[in-house]
């Protein structure tokens, strides 16, 4: 006999009919004629198939031929330990570089390993010296021995800094990602543009872009002019950072999206006029050239229509 997964048992008698009993007690016929004499050792197969050898006689441990019966069964697999289902269960996930910063970081100075406390308003960040000179620039700085009293303190404070921001912040420089969400961007933008990490001030940028509507626009372009007016006092008038190619998409995108702006937010461009009244001049000339270049477009696509007819 033999036992499937399903706790069924299945006999073959010496009249070359097959059984199967239920684990509730109830008895069925599944064959009726093997058609081989002496069946035995059923064995059910990974493919669902019921396998007996068939002898000479039924007590011969030679089999003269394999008789297969489909049934679909599914076979009874051996049961793993219990002691080894558990380790199984608790096996940590792979290991790599960005995973154990992370997991250094989300330690907060509880394993003993952090030699520097940043203050940022009501919180207290616990980092590591180390990390913060070889990621970030502005801490190379800082934190250089020698260079400032700040190298041999125990704790920096940062102040006027959203401690969310530096959050994320933190998570970048430990990781090389972080979740930037579309109500922080900005304040990521500025927080590392302010430390020099240019990497995240261009990925807290490219979000403030892919985030952009007809009713956050004027906001959005205004911030970005703000910056790029900070940037040129800063370096004498040429703005470095990713903001002038930040300002440069949002224009496009007022340019394409005009009538929905007006439809939405119109009177946000009476505010963008008396505030920025040289970037709203840029965007009349935007707007000017995405009408010109759509009605080209267009004057093209109807030429070809003709063309085909």
Not at 197 to 221: F, H, K, M, R
Not at 268 to 279: E, G, H, I, N, Y
Request: glycine letters at 8%; a neutral charge.
């Amino acid at each position: 006999m033999t036992v499937d997964a399903a706790g069924s048992i299945y006999v073959v008698d010496d009249d070359r009919r097959l059984h199967r009993v239920t684990p509730d007690g109830r008895a069925a016929t599944l064959v009726k004629d093997l058609r081989a004499k002496n069946c035995r050792k059923p064995v059910i197969l990974p493919n669902g198939f019921l396998a007996l050898a068939a002898g000479e006689t039924f007590y011969d441990d030679s089999a003269a031929a394999i008789v297969l019966v489909g049934l679909g069964l599914q076979p009874l697999l051996p049961q793993m330990p219990a002691a080894a289902a558990a380790t199984a269960v608790a096996a940590p996930p792979p290991r790599s570089l960005p995973a154990d910063l992370g997991a250094l970081l989300d330690a907060n100075g509880g394993d003993g390993s952090s030699d520097l406390t940043i203050r940022v308003g009501k919180r207290r960040f616990h980092v590591h010296r180390a990390i913060l000179s070889a990621r970030c620039d502005y801490f190379k700085q800082r934190l250089a021995g020698g260079a400032f009293a700040d190298a041999r303190a125990a704790e920096l404070d940062l102040p006027d800094v959203d401690a969310s921001a530096f959050a994320v912040f933190l998570r970048w420089v430990y990781t090389g990602a972080a979740d930037i969400t579309a109500k922080r961007a900005r304040g990521v933008a500025e927080l590392a543009d302010r430390l020099l990490l240019s990497e995240l001030c261009g990925a807290a940028a490219a979000v403030v872009a892919a985030s952009v509507s007809p009713t956050t626009v004027v906001d959005c372009l205004l911030w970005a002019a703000g910056r790029c007016e900070v940037h040129g006092r800063e370096d004498g008038g040429g703005a470095s950072s990713g903001f002038g190619a930040l300002l440069a998409q949002l224009k496009a995108w007022y340019a394409q999206h005009h009538e929905e702006v007006a439809a939405v937010a119109g009177d946000s461009r009476k505010r963008l006029a008396l505030q920025a009244p040289d970037v709203m001049v840029e965007l009349l000339d935007e707007v000017a050239a995405w009408q010109r270049e759509a009605g080209a477009k267009h004057a093209r696509l109807a030429l070809l229509g003709k063309a085909c007819s």
